[in-house]
């Protein structure tokens, strides 16, 4: 509506606001904490783009690229909120675990849904990381078991029809399948982490938050 003069603007309002709220917290270690969460999306923003259209990608480097885009700011978050309420050590690095492992856990769900949803309920196309060379875990997984499937990518799309039938062969190499697994196994590494909390709410809220995650894909 305004253009990109105004939006770039926009952005850096936005961020000398964050940065003077987080100045006024006023706990060095916080702060540390968050400002580590800002260096981590641009390092994410730049391994994406690095890797588009990538088929050596690995999964440890797709973790890896999550982490940074999407569960350092939960790790972080979580973390900070054990700092405020003057837990032990234990209890910050037991919280952290858990932010990072549901934050991996939900954007391995969120790239799921993106071949699982009809464009309409993902308020965008169907496929669309695929169509722009953004290889997340369904087709990782995918690539090992159809050689058709490397092929079309290495191609960028560039036939029509070949991001249709990309679509189908992750569907039916097993790459759902297998991605939802490793939802499940970061989910349960979250649950794990809670280990050291005492029973009641505040546990239980937090287990809640791991079940609503899966329960998008299941």
Known sequence: MYGTRVAVLAGDFLFAQSSWFLA???????????????????????????????????????????????????AASCRSAAVFSDSPVEVKEAMYAYGKHLGLAFQVVDDILDFTQTSEQLGKPQGQDLASGNLTAPVIFALRKSPELL????????????????????????????????????????????????????????????????????
Do not use: H
Not at 25 to 45: P, R, T
């Open 24 to 74: 006024n917290l006023d706990n060095l270690e916080v702060i540390k904490l968050i400002s580590q969460v800002i260096a981590d999306f641009a390092n994410g923003e730049i391994s994406q783009a690095a890797s588009l259209f990538d088929t050596d990608i690995t999964l440890e480097q797709y973790l890896d690229k999550s982490f940074y885009k999407t569960a350092s700011l939960i």
């Open 151 to 218: 092929d079309i990518i290495n191609s960028e799309f560039v036939e029509d029809g070949s991001l249709e039938r990309a679509l189908q062969l992750v569907n039916e190499s097993g790459g759902i399948e297998e991605a939802r697994l490793l939802a499940r196994q970061q989910a349960d590494l979250a649950l794990s982490a809670l280990d050291c909390l005492p029973e009641g709410t505040s546990r239980r809220s937090l287990r809640l938050m791991v079940d609503y995650v899966l329960e998008r894909i299941y």
